[in-house]
């Protein structure tokens, strides 16, 4: 078996497994946890997560923070900011606890991170919307 087919054995137990599914668990779970500590606000199910508003700007990174299943914001919780939380969470679903690594080695530019670009940028609020577009979550601003 070549490097390349190792490689690609390890990046499908990893990712995509029965490991990955436990990370995610676990995330969630600390994200719940979190949410339910310090949110002042509405808890509510949106869009396939739970979203905790009301929390303090300390609490959460930029707009808001994406943890497993758990959406930890302020107040940025419109339809079109879930949709793109939406994309973080299948991201966790796939990765795991791998997923905030990758996510670090990216790079903290949103404009080159490929997680921000793959859950849309525009969607993100990291890109002006053209007047007359309409964001679309999961779709990059660039090649739209």
């Not at 979190?34 to 949110?39: E, K, Q, T, V």
């Not at 905790?52 to 339809?79: E, H, I, Q």
């Amino acid at each position: 078996m070549s490097a390349r087919e190792r490689g690609a054995v390890l990046r499908i137990r990893l990712t995509d497994s029965p490991v990955s599914r436990v990370g995610y668990w676990y995330a969630t779970l600390v994200g719940f946890a979190w949410g339910f500590l310090w949110s002042r606000g509405r808890i509510e199910l949106r869009r396939g997560l739970v979203v905790f508003t009301g929390m303090p700007k300390w609490t959460f990174g930029r707009g808001g923070s994406c943890v497993g299943a758990c959406y930890l914001t302020d107040r940025n919780d419109g339809d079109v900011v879930l949709g793109h939380e939406a994309v973080h969470k299948a991201q966790w679903q796939k990765y795991g606890m791998l997923f905030p690594l990758l996510y670090w080695l990216s790079g903290r530019n949103p404009l080159k991170n490929r997680f921000e670009i793959e859950a849309g940028l525009e969607a993100g609020g990291y890109v002006r919307r053209r007047p007359g577009r309409v964001a679309h979550p999961g779709r990059d601003a660039a090649s739209a």
